[in-house]
């Protein structure tokens, strides 16, 4: 079975900084995928960037960037220019890909806070 | 986008009853469905797998017979928690995974107060 730690339960940033949020993760599989939720007041489960493992290039979206280490199972997200909208709880997430249709592992999530 | 529904989005029901969530993909075939429970301020876990015209899997832990699984068609899947208890007051995530993209795409969720 898979698991996916992330250790910072609540962040802080001014608007407009740069944060990273942390995420590693245990499997042995090879064949997977991670992915960043964001999940707002609303509760409204919002995807916000997926990584397949067989690549080596890190996975981007605007102004949400990933640093996957495949050897070291550590998957992070780099938000910049963060705004007040991005103000929500960030999980973390691992899907098997082989083969059938997997369930999400989420991690415990990272509540982040943009401060104006 | 792909867009999931989920009916009703609040539910208050007394203890003992029976309550029945429905997840629908609205423009787009899932021939799997996903059902996670999350309790305040914590993450989700996944309950079980939906799979159109077979049985449910279910994860370690999770009473089948108390959340009894329904995917009768390639847009629909329904959980009833049978015979609820206080303890079973949560907020109820589907998914639905894109039979061409493979992605999974989240509905609003349904709170349930069981009283």
């Known amino acids: 079975a898979q698991t996916v730690t992330q250790s910072q339960p609540e962040m802080s940033v001014q608007e407009a900084e740069t944060v990273t949020l942390s995420c590693t993760y245990d499997?042995?599989?090879?064949?997977?995928?991670l992915f960043w939720y964001k999940q707002p007041p609303s509760r409204q489960m919002i995807l916000v960037i997926r990584q397949e493992a067989y690549k080596q290039q890190n996975a981007t979206e605007n102004r949400f960037s990933v640093n996957f280490q495949k050897a070291a199972k550590s998957f992070s997200l780099k938000i910049s220019d963060s705004q007040l909208g991005d103000t929500a709880m960030y999980f973390c997430a691992f899907m098997y890909s082989g083969g059938g249709a997997d369930g999400l592992t989420f991690g415990k999530g990272t509540h982040l806070i943009i401060q104006p | 986008g792909a867009v999931v529904s989920q009916h009703p989005s609040r539910v208050i029901c007394k203890s003992g009853t029976s309550v029945k969530i429905e997840c629908r993909s609205l423009d787009f075939q899932a021939t799997t469905m996903f059902w996670y429970r999350q309790f305040p301020k914590k993450s989700l876990m996944l309950m079980a797998t939906s799979n159109e015209g077979s049985k449910a899997t279910y994860e370690q832990g999770v009473e089948k017979d108390k959340f009894l699984i329904n995917h009768a068609s390639l847009t629909l899947s329904t959980l009833t928690v049978t015979s609820a208890h206080p303890e079973d007051s949560s907020f109820y995530i589907c998914?639905?995974?894109?039979?061409?993209?493979?992605?999974?795409?989240f509905g609003p969720g349904t709170r349930l107060l069981v009283l």
């Open positions: 499997t042995s599989e090879n064949n997977y995928y």
């Open positions: 998914s639905a995974r894109d039979d061409l993209k493979g992605t999974q795409y």
